[in-house]
């Protein structure tokens, strides 16, 4: 065992058994890289990376590498997950360096984390004209013990290049219908009308993207954008990307008509569009944007779900095939002959036709991805599902993908979120009750008795990271949203006291925001992003959450610090709209109000469920009744029944329609 075991990180325990004497990120591996006089090598991953494990098995658990990587550096071993800055650090100079990134990411420090020489996988042989790792690794040493001034010169321009980044924003102002308007059109241009999505492969499920196109038609009624929404979701549904046997999401698409997934789940995929699903069934009524939405919240239950209460952060892509060995979507994958013998002859021929599963495969050595083949023709539903129970039975035989037990702030915000607003929408109390489950252990583990967030935590126990902005942005949005559907406002008081940390510790001049807090760990650079990737960024993740805050308190200093943050979606959203869709979803609530919606009235009764199916863009509703209902929100405060009848309030900054007390009536004033 190495200097890993006993670390939190399932990623980093992967490697506690590796040959390499790997160090964890701290101030010890630099400071022994300075007494050896030796260079840090820092390979960031994470437990769901197929990559990284090629290159485990074929350089990290290899003696001779080992040995040669433990003479001649420090080796430091970072979960991404756990230290999203760490790694934005040195991608942000790996991506400046090469023109492009990804994981496993290999970069070379001097022992004062200066980088100076970069990559991503190493393969054991020289490929592709790219070296064997053994030829980088000697290079290196190579220039660090011949040419030291020079690797010090590239050392010192790079950091000087990654400090001298001045972050553009929008200066004054927020984004307006002009911004809005740009963003959609370069969105039409960029969308695959033949497959849905944007851009070409690989392709990524969009979700934030549609979740500002949903808003912005039920704010301006354009039809174009409900169009490119819905048919997203729709080709997403009906691909392989999604697990058509026991729901869920993979990470993306490797061919952009959706056919064959990267196979690994992430929760934060798996919460963004469990509730981008919901939504459009909310705007549509689509059947199946309500089967996907259930199923793929009750995937996150039944596969993610930790005893603790919270939801791990992902599945891999890899697990054994029948020959035990260890490959990517061994679980996932059918042959004709597989379907056979758990089917028979007759359905395994109606699966194969149904599920476009092939003598030659869509996948690798003849094994094929289900999906939904569109040229099927009219089918037997009640066949389609008992042939689809067959199979996930005979599926849960397989050996099963690992499980990243990590619990991560954020992505357990997100998965709040949506399964609060689904279990709402389509009556699933259960879902409910495993939102305030997860965040209950939020607040009991991951806030504890420092009263600041934890990033990660295991097995109940906090982990040693402190949060970073996504932390609390998307922690605070998923309390937010509890509150909405539970009528509990001790919620809304935990979202607020997160956000006044986003306030005091992650706030800088002009309205921007940074990813770490003012008092975090110094690195080389103070990392700042404002795009959305995979989830939403911390910047406008807390621009979100701050203006739904500010409309349920009617806090101007919350609603300034909102408005100040989407300056820069007003300067990126003409020019990147793929790239900053929840920052341009939460320009349309800003556009729109947001509404605030007060219901003096039962929680979970008509009213109350009416407002939360409004469609209004980021409206945000309190619920409550008796005396005690206005200290909880100070929406309800002073907002009595009418006529003794449950009644609801529509306003905006507070200044509030006439009240009514028919669902009908509230529905249209929402655009229900």
């Not at 010890?28 to 991953?45: H, I, N, Q, T």
């Not at 729709?234 to 869920?248: E, F, H, K, N, P």
Request: aromatic fraction near 10%.
């Amino acid at each position: 065992m190495n200097r890993l075991a006993g670390v939190t990180s399932p990623y980093l325990l992967q490697h506690a058994d590796n040959p390499v004497d790997w160090w964890p990120w701290g101030p010890e591996a630099f400071e022994e890289a300075k007494r050896r006089d030796v260079p840090v090598l820092l390979s960031v991953g994470y437990s769901a990376c197929h990559w990284c494990h090629v290159m485990a098995h074929e350089s990290f658990e290899d003696d001779d590498t080992a040995a040669y990587l433990n003479a001649h550096f420090v080796p430091v071993k970072v979960d991404r997950e756990e230290r999203p800055d760490v790694d934005a650090v040195y991608m942000e100079a790996v991506q400046a360096a090469t023109g492009h990134g990804g994981w496993p990411m290999t970069v070379f420090l001097t022992p004062d984390a200066e980088p100076f020489y970069f990559g991503t996988y190493f393969p054991p042989e020289p490929r592709h004209g790219s070296p064997s790792f053994q030829q980088v690794l000697e290079g290196v040493t190579a220039a660090w013990t011949d040419r030291r001034d020079e690797v010090a010169e590239v050392a010192g321009r790079i950091v000087a290049d990654l400090a001298g980044r001045s972050l553009v924003h929008g200066g004054d102002g927020v984004p307006g219908e002009f911004e809005v308007a740009q963003a959609l059109l370069g969105l039409t241009r960029e969308y695959d009308e033949q497959h849905g999505g944007f851009g070409g492969a690989p392709k990524f499920p969009p979700a934030m993207v549609v979740e500002f196109l949903l808003r912005h038609y039920a704010r301006t009624g354009a039809e174009g954008a409900l169009q490119m929404a819905a048919d997203t979701c729709t080709a997403m549904a009906r691909g392989g990307i999604y697990d058509q046997l026991g729901g869920g999401f993979a990470r993306y698409s490797v061919d952009r008509e959706w056919i064959v997934p990267h196979f690994e789940k992430m929760l934060y995929d798996n919460a963004l569009l469990c509730r981008v699903y919901a939504h459009l069934w909310r705007t549509t009524g689509s059947d199946e944007a309500r089967r996907i939405a259930l199923e793929t919240a009750d995937f996150m239950v039944r596969e993610l779900r930790t005893a603790e209460g919270g939801f791990a952060s992902a599945l891999d892509a890899d697990s054994e095939d029948a020959e035990g060995k260890h490959v990517e979507g061994a679980f996932y994958v059918w042959t004709p002959a597989q379907l056979r013998e758990v089917l028979g002859g007759d359905d395994a021929a109606f699966a194969a036709a149904y599920f476009g599963v092939t003598e030659d495969g869509t996948f690798e050595e003849g094994a094929s991805v289900l999906r939904p083949a569109g040229d099927a023709g009219p089918v037997d539903a009640a066949r389609v599902a008992g042939v689809r129970a067959r199979l996930l039975a005979a599926r849960d035989e397989r050996p099963h993908p690992g499980r990243d037990d990590k619990v991560v702030a954020a992505w357990n915000g997100l998965a709040i979120a949506a399964l609060a607003e689904t279990g709402a929408y389509f009556d699933r109390p259960d879902l409910v009750e495993r939102a305030t489950e997860a965040a209950d252990l939020l607040v009991r583990v991951h806030l504890g008795e420092v009263a600041r967030l934890t990033r990660t935590s295991k097995d109940g126990r906090a982990g040693d990271n402190a949060g970073v902005l996504e932390d609390y942005g998307d922690v605070a949005e998923g309390f937010l949203a509890l509150a909405a559907v539970t009528g509990e406002g001790a919620w809304l008081e935990f979202a607020g006291f997160l956000l006044d940390i986003v306030l005091e510790q992650f706030t800088g001049e002009g309205g921007q925001l940074y990813d770490t807090a003012h008092d975090a760990e110094q690195l080389i650079r103070r990392p700042q992003d404002p795009t959305d990737s995979a989830t939403p960024s911390g910047w406008t993740a807390a621009a979100g959450a701050l203006l739904s805050y500010a409309a349920y308190t009617g806090s101007e200093a919350h609603r300034t610090a909102a408005e100040g943050a989407l300056g820069v979606v007003k300067a990126l959203g003409p020019r990147v709209p793929r790239f900053v869709g929840w920052g341009l979803a939460v320009a349309e609530a800003l556009l729109d109000g947001p509404r605030e919606v007060a219901v003096a009235g039962p929680v979970g009764g008509e009213l109350h469920r009416t407002a939360l199916l409004g469609r209004a863009p980021g409206a945000v509703v309190a619920a409550g009744e008796g005396p005690g209902a206005g200290a909880e929100f100070p929406l309800l405060v002073d907002r009595p029944l009418v006529g003794g009848e449950p009644t609801a309030y529509v306003c905006r900054h507070f200044v509030c329609d006439a009240p009514t007390t028919d669902a009908g009536e509230l529905a249209a004033k929402l655009g229900g």
